[in-house]
C-alpha cells in the first residue's frame, strides 16, 4: 500500500470517526414541515412618522419575542430576513390565529383619558361636530376617549402576579420609562379629580381600536396626585390566562412599525412524520437497489463504491446536523436525491479505468485504476462545479425550503466527492493491490468491457452524419412542450399568484361536488376545491383571514365531520409577484453562469451547445406539467435547478471526453471525435442515470403528494437530460462549428502550428 492511499484511508477513517459521533450525539433541527407548526414571514410597514429599515426592525423584531416567549412555545425561531421582513417558526403551533392574535397585531398601543360614557348613536363632539374615538370597554360601555396621553413605547415592563397578601387575586404591575412615567402620573391625577364610580376616573388602555383594560383609579389617590410610575398596579377580576395576556399586550404592544403578515404556513405534525417516514424508505430502497445494481456492473469495485456511498451518507448527514442545517421537506427529498448522484464520480472513474485495461491489456489492475482516476478528475470537477452553482443560485436567489434544499444540495456533492476521491479511492486501491483480485478478471469488474461497452463498440453507429436531424427532433419535442404551456397553461401555486391554500382530512368522506357546494354556501364559491392524498379535501382561494378560514373549516365540517387542518399556506400578493420574479431571476441567472462557465472551460460553441440543452430540458420538463395539469411551485423551481444542474453535468461529461480526444489528434473530423466521445461516454451516462432513478421511483411511489411532484420533475428531467446531453447540445455545437473554420491551437504547440492551413472540422474527408 502506496503512501498516497494510507493517507486516504487515514483521513476517511478520522471523518467517518467524526461524523459517526455527531449522528449519535446530536439531533437533527426538523423544519417546520417537518415536525409540525406554523410558519409566519411578517413584512415591517412604513408608517406616517417611521421607516421601515434594518435597524427599525430589528426593534420590532424584539418586540415580536417578547410576544412569542408569552406564548410557551417550545424553541420558537425568529430571524430577520432582509430589510424589513421577520421570520416566525413555532412548532406544535396548528392554529394560526392562536398566533396572529399575538404577534399580529399592527396598532400602537396608546393610554387614554375617559370623557364619560357615550349615549347610543353619539360619534361627535356637540360643540365642534368633530368625529370622536368611541370604543366599548370589557364589558360593552361605550366610552367616550379622548387623544393619546401616552403611547405603549413607555412602558418599561408589565408583569402578572397573584397578591394573596391583599386577596386582590391576579394583578398586573406596571413600570414605566422616566419621562413617561411622568405622564402616567399626571394622567392618573387628571382622573382622580372625578369622584369614585364616574367614568371619568377611568384610564383606557386601547390596542388595534379596542379597549384591552379601563381600570379605575383608586379611590385612595388623590386629585393632581396621580399614580407613581414605578407601582402601579391593575386589579380586577381576573383569571391567570387573562392577567397574563394583559400584561402580555401592555408590554409588547408597542411596535416600532406596523406589520403585515405576508406568508404562512401551517403543517399538521402528521404529515411531516408521514414524510420523514416516507423520505426514508425511499431512501433505503433507492440506495439498496443503487447499491445492488452498481455491485451487479463493477462487481467487487462496485461493492466498494456501494461501502463508500454508505459512508457519504452519514458524513453529508452529520454535516447537516453539525453545521446545524435546518431540514426541511424539499432538503430532506434533496439529501435523498444526493445519494443517486453519488455514484456518478465513481462510474466515472471505472468507466475509465476500463478503458483503460480494454486498450492495454496487459497493463496491471493499479495502474488502470490510478489513471482512470487521474483522466476523470476533470470530468467530476466541472460536473460537481455546475451543480455547486445550480445549489449557490438555490441559496441566493431562493426563499424558505427552497434555500434548504440548496443548502443540502451543495452539502451533499461535497460529500459526494469526498467518498468518490478519497474513501472509494482509498478501498478500490488496497483491494487492487491483492493478487486474487487483479488476477481474477470476473471477481474485479473493472478488467473486462461492460456490455454496454461491447455493444457500442460491436455496432459503431455513425450518429452525427446529419446533425440538424437531431436538433429537428428537439425542437419537435419542444414546441409540444410549448403548446401544452400555451393550450393548457401553467398552474402557478399559492406561493407565485399569492392566496391560501388549505388542506384538511375528514372524518366522513366528502367527495369534491359536495364539498363545493357546501363552500359555495357558506360564502366561499370562488375557491378551488380538490382531492389530495388519502381523500383529504384541498381547497385553494384568493385573499382569505384566519377568521374567514375558520369559517371554511366549521362549514366543511357540517359535511365531513371532525375537520383537521393537516396544511396551510398563505402568501400575500406582495410576496408572491416577488417569489415569481425570483424564480425567472434564478433560471435567467442560471442559464448566463453556466454559459460563461462552459465557456471558459471549453469552447464557446460547447458552451452554447450545452445552454442550448439546458433550456430545452427547462421548456420540455415546465411544458410536462402543463400537459399533466400538475402545480408549478417552489419545490418544482428546486426540482427544476436541479434537472439543470443535472443537464449541465452530462453535457460535461461529453465535451471533457471530446476536448481530451481532439487534442490528442486533431486533424481528426469534429464530428468523428464527437461520435467517439458520446459512444464512450454512454456507458457512465447510463450507469449513473440509473443510479439515479432507483431513487426517484422511490420517492415518486414512496414519497406521498408532498414529494410525488418532486419526484416526477426530476424523472422527466433525468430522462430529457440524458437525451439533450448527446442529440441537443452536441450536435448544436457541430452546427456551430461550421461557423468556426480555423481549429482551436494546441496546448504546448508553437504558433506556427496554430496558424496551419484551416479546414472544416465536420470535413470527414470524402470527395465526389
Known amino acids: 500500500m502506496t503512501r498516497a492511499t494510507t493517507v486516504r484511508a487515514v483521513l476517511a477513517v478520522a471523518v467517518l470517526l467524526v461524523s459517526v459521533y455527531i449522528t449519535l450525539t446530536m439531533s437533527p ?21 417611521v421607516e421601515a429599515d434594518r435597524e427599525t426592525t430589528d426593534r420590532t423584531l424584539e418586540v415580536l419575542r417578547q410576544r412569542v416567549d408569552s406564548l410557551g412555545v417550545a424553541e420558537p425561531v425568529l430571524t430577520r430576513s432582509g430589510e424589513d421582513r421577520i421570520i416566525v417558526e413555532l412548532p406544535d403551533v396548528q392554529d394560526p390565529r392562536q398566533a396572529a392574535a399575538v404577534i399580529g397585531r399592527t396598532a400602537q398601543l396608546s393610554f387614554h383619558e375617559v370623557l364619560g360614557a357615550a349615549p347610543p348613536g353619539t360619534d361627535t363632539a356637540p360643540e365642534t361636530g368633530e368625529k370622536r374615538l368611541i370604543l366599548p370597554d ?33 394583578t398586573v404591575k406596571l413600570d414605566f420609562h422616566k419621562d413617561a412615567g411622568k405622564d402616567w402620573t399626571k394622567l392618573t391625577g387628571e382622573a382622580a379629580c372625578h369622584p369614585a364610580g364616574d367614568e371619568r376616573r377611568r384610564v383606557a388602555i386601547v390596542l388595534d381600536e379596542k379597549v384591552i383594560s379601563s381600570p379605575q383609579v383608586d379611590p385612595s389617590v388623590g386629585c393632581q396626585a396621580g399614580l407613581p410610575s414605578g407601582g402601579t398596579q391593575i386589579t380586577g377580576s381576573f383569571t391567570a390566562k387573562e392577567a397574563r395576556d394583559l400584561a402580555l399586550l401592555i408590554k409588547g404592544g408597542a411596535l416600532p412599525v406596523p406589520v403585515e403578515i405576508v406568508e404562512q404556513r401551517t403543517v399538521g405534525p402528521t404529515l411531516g412524520a408521514a ?6 424508505q425511499a431512501a433505503l430502497i433507492g440506495a439498496a437497489a443503487t447499491a445492488l445494481f452498481i455491485t451487479f456492473v463493477y462487481r467487487l469495485f462496485g461493492a466498494l463504491a456501494a461501502v463508500a456511498l454508505a459512508a457519504y451518507g452519514v458524513i453529508s448527514y452529520a454535516a447537516l446536523v453539525g453545521l446545524g442545517v435546518t431540514l426541511t421537506l424539499p432538503g430532506l427529498a434533496g439529501f435523498v436525491l444526493a445519494i443517486g448522484m453519488a455514484v456518478d464520480a465513481n462510474v466515472l472513474v471505472f468507466e475509465r479505468a476500463r478503458e483503460e485495461c480494454q486498450d492495454r491489456p496487459t497493463r496491471s489492475l493499479r495502474s488502470a485504476l490510478t489513471t482512470g482516476f487521474q483522466k476523470a478528475f476533470s470530468a467530476v470537477a466541472d460536473s460537481n462545479i455546475t451543480t455547486l ?34 474513501i472509494a479511492r482509498a478501498l478500490t486501491e488496497i483491494a487492487a493491490g491483492s493478487r486474487f483480485v487483479s488476477d481474477y478478471r470476473g471477481v474485479n469488474g473493472i478488467a473486462r468491457p461492460g456490455s454496454v461497452r461491447t455493444w457500442l463498440t460491436r455496432k459503431d453507429p455513425q450518429l452525427f452524419r446529419k446533425p440538424v436531424q437531431w436538433l429537428v427532433i428537439s425542437t419537435a419535442l419542444v414546441a409540444v412542450a410549448v403548446a401544452g404551456i400555451v393550450v393548457r397553461g401553467v398552474d402557478l401555486g399559492v406561493e407565485f399568484t399569492g392566496g391560501r391554500l388549505v388542506e384538511y382530512s375528514t372524518s366522513r368522506p366528502v367527495d369534491v361536488e359536495t364539498a363545493r357546494s357546501t363552500l359555495a354556501d357558506a360564502g366561499f364559491g370562488d375557491a378551488e376545491i380538490t382531492t389530495a392524498g388519502d381523500g383529504d379535501i384541498s381547497v385553494r382561494t384568493g385573499k382569505l383571514d384566519n377568521d374567514g378560514e375558520y369559517a371554511l373549516r366549521t362549514a366543511l365540517a357540517t359535511e365531513g365531520g371532525e375537520t383537521t387542518k393537516v396544511r396551510d399556506e398563505l402568501i400575500g400578493p406582495s410576496l408572491g409577484d416577488e417569489l415569481r420574479r425570483n424564480a425567472l431571476i434564478a433560471l435567467g441567472v442560471a442559464v448566463l453562469v453556466q454559459l460563461a462557465y462552459l465557456a471558459v472551460r471549453f469552447r464557446w460553441t460547447f458552451a452554447v451547445g450545452s445552454v442550448i440543452a439546458m433550456v430545452h430540458d427547462v421548456i420540455i420538463v415546465v411544458g410536462a406539467f402543463a400537459w399533466l395539469g400538475r402545480p408549478v411551485d417552489g419545490i418544482f423551481l428546486a426540482a427544476l435547478l436541479t434537472v439543470i444542474g443535472y443537464s449541465v453535468n452530462d ?25 467517439r466521445a458520446v459512444l464512450q461516454t454512454v456507458p457512465r451516462t447510463v450507469n449513473t442515470g440509473m443510479g439515479a432513478l432507483f431513487i426517484l ?9 408532498s414529494l410525488a411532484d418532486f419526484a416526477l420533475a426530476l424523472l422527466i428531467g433525468i430522462v430529457v437530460g440524458t437525451w439533450s446531453s448527446v442529440f441537443t447540445a452536441v450536435p448544436g455545437a457541430l452546427v456551430l462549428e461550421r461557423t468556426t473554420t480555423a481549429p482551436p491551437p494546441v496546448p504546448g504547440k508553437s504558433s506556427r502550428r496554430a496558424r496551419a492551413p484551416r479546414r472544416d472540422p465536420l470535413d470527414n474527408g470524402a470527395r465526389v
Open 29 to 49: 433541527r426538523l423544519g417546520l414541515d417537518l415536525q409540525g407548526g406554523t410558519r409566519m414571514v411578517l413584512q415591517a410597514k412604513d408608517s406616517a412618522t
Open 138 to 170: 370589557e364589558q360593552g360601555t361605550r366610552l367616550d376617549l379622548g387623544p393619546v396621553r401616552l403611547s405603549g413605547a413607555g412602558v418599561k415592563d408589565a408583569t402578572a402576579f397573584f397578591e394573596a397578601q391583599q386577596a386582590a387575586g391576579w
Open 275 to 280: 414524510a420523514i417516514d416516507a423520505s426514508a
Open 389 to 422: 452553482l445550480a445549489a449557490g443560485l438555490l441559496f441566493f436567489l431562493g426563499s424558505g425550503p427552497v434555500k434548504g434544499f440548496g443548502v443540502t444540495l451543495a452539502i451533499g456533492v461535497i460529500a459526494s466527492m469526498f467518498s468518490a476521491l478519497v
Open 651 to 675: 453535457s460535461v461529461v461529453v465535451f471533457d471526453r471530446v476536448r481530451e480526444l481532439w487534442a490528442g489528434n486533431r486533424k481528426t473530423p469534429l464530428a468523428t471525435v464527437a461520435r
Open 697 to 705: 421511483v422511490a420517492l415518486a411511489v414512496l414519497g406521498g403528494d
